[in-house]
T-cell receptor
Framework: DAGITQSPRHKVTETGTPVTLRCHQT?????MYWYRQDPGHGLRLIHY???????DKGEVSDGYSVSRSKTEDFLLTLESATSSQTSVYFC??????????????FGPGTRLTVL | AQKITQTQPGMFVQEKEAVTLDCTYD???????LFWYKQPSSGEMIFLIY??????QNATEGRYSLNFQKARKSANLVISASQLGDSAMYFC?????????????FGKGTKLSVKP
């Protein structure tokens, strides 16, 4: 158990509204990630963070922003949600006791529906 | 070009038999890592096994083993003695660069169904 929680777990919103997803970890990991999972695409990296206030873009970052003001929280924001952002969003951390240090461990996921 | 290719969208296996899930990768970096994850119908992503590019032996974790053929750039997952609980999506992933660096690139997954 990598101590990762995501909130909310499910959300339905309307096109054009802002949405923020939260990832919280309890084990002081430096690296955190946001992915989206869509049928036929596997997992694709949206943004990642390598420390407080240090973030970078991933493969599918358009339409998303992130913030990390403290080690334990990594926020993903959809400034103006679109139907194409309907997806399952996973947060991950890297590293963990007893495992290869660059293995990523995932949170339970957030299912987001944009109507 | 895809960096990680899983050519089997879906597979069936009889309970108690072994099954191999294919994964090929593409990288020019001599240092990389390969990972397999399981995603049951409940949705969570579960880490199964890891193979480093410099590891001399194939990785094993219980009933899971990784058939690593470096020259062929393949990293197939072998599940021995399949169980009904093995029914899930399986994802192969690669990290380019030395350990501690680089992000994961995922394949599109293989759906495994275990028949009783």
């Amino acid at each position: 158990d990598a101590g990762i929680t995501q909130s909310p777990r499910h959300k339905v919103t309307e096109t054009g509204t802002p949405v923020t997803l939260r990832c919280h970890q309890t084990e002081n990991h430096r690296y955190m990630y946001w992915y989206r999972q869509d049928p036929g695409h596997g997992l694709r990296l949206i943004h990642y963070s390598y420390g407080v206030k240090d973030t970078d873009k991933g493969e599918v970052s358009d339409g998303y922003s992130v913030s990390r003001s403290k080690t334990e929280d990594f926020l993903l924001t959809l400034e103006s949600a679109t139907s194409s952002q309907t997806s399952v969003y996973f947060c991950a951390i890297r590293g963990g006791t007893g495992f290869p240090t660059d293995t990523q461990y995932f949170g339970p996921g957030t299912r987001l529906t944009v109507l | 070009a895809q960096k990680i290719t899983q050519t089997q969208p879906g597979m069936f296996v009889q309970e108690k038999e072994a099954v191999t899930l294919d994964c090929t990768y593409d990288t020019s970096d001599p240092s990389y890592g390969l990972f397999w994850y399981k995603q049951p119908s409940s949705g969570e992503m579960i880490f199964l096994i890891y193979q480093g590019s410099y590891d001399q032996q194939n990785a094993t974790e219980g009933r899971y083993s990784l058939n690593f053929q470096k020259a062929r750039k393949s990293a197939n997952l072998v599940i021995s003695a399949s169980q009904l609980g093995d029914s899930a999506m399986y994802f192969c992933a690669m990290r380019e660069g030395p350990g501690g660096q680089g992000n994961l690139i995922f394949g599109k997954g293989t759906k495994l169904s275990v028949k009783p």
